[in-house]
């Protein structure tokens, strides 16, 4: 199974972006899944997970701002970034726990699967 991560770039302060993650190359389907991201120097930061049921846990810190989301059909998620602050660029990666997994965990080494990642930068 490989995960496609895409959406990032460049915006100024106050504005939005979407990540999209695609899996693909495999029977299995996006279960349990979450987004990361990671500064130069600093540990891969869990951003927000979403279980099989629908239910999402964000970081405290884009609570309000961020919004994951999933698409069943698509074998995709998405993560809305709005109110984008300069803090918030990093490299983003999307990541999914393995087959028949279904609640997500803010431990990243619970990850199997992982995409490639896409930089979000933001700035004026």
């Known amino acids: 199974v490989q995960l496609q991560a895409s959406g990032g770039g460049l915006v100024q302060p106050g504005g939005s972006l979407r990540l999209s993650c695609a899996a693909s190359?495999?029977?299995?389907?996006?279960?349990?899944a979450a987004w990361y991201r990671q500064v130069p120097g600093k540990e891969r930061e869990f951003v927000a997970g979403i279980s099989s049921g629908g239910s999402i846990n964000y970081v405290e810190s884009v609570k309000g701002r961020f919004t994951m989301s999933r698409n069943h059909g698509l074998n995709m998620v998405y993560l809305q970034m709005d109110s984008l602050r300069p803090e918030d660029t990093a490299v983003y990666y999307c990541a999914a726990r393995g087959t028949g997994i279904t609640v997500f965990t803010r431990a990243k080494q619970q990850y199997k699967f992982w995409g490639q990642g896409t930089l979000v930068t933001v700035s004026s």
């Open positions: 190359g495999g029977v299995e389907s996006i279960t349990a």
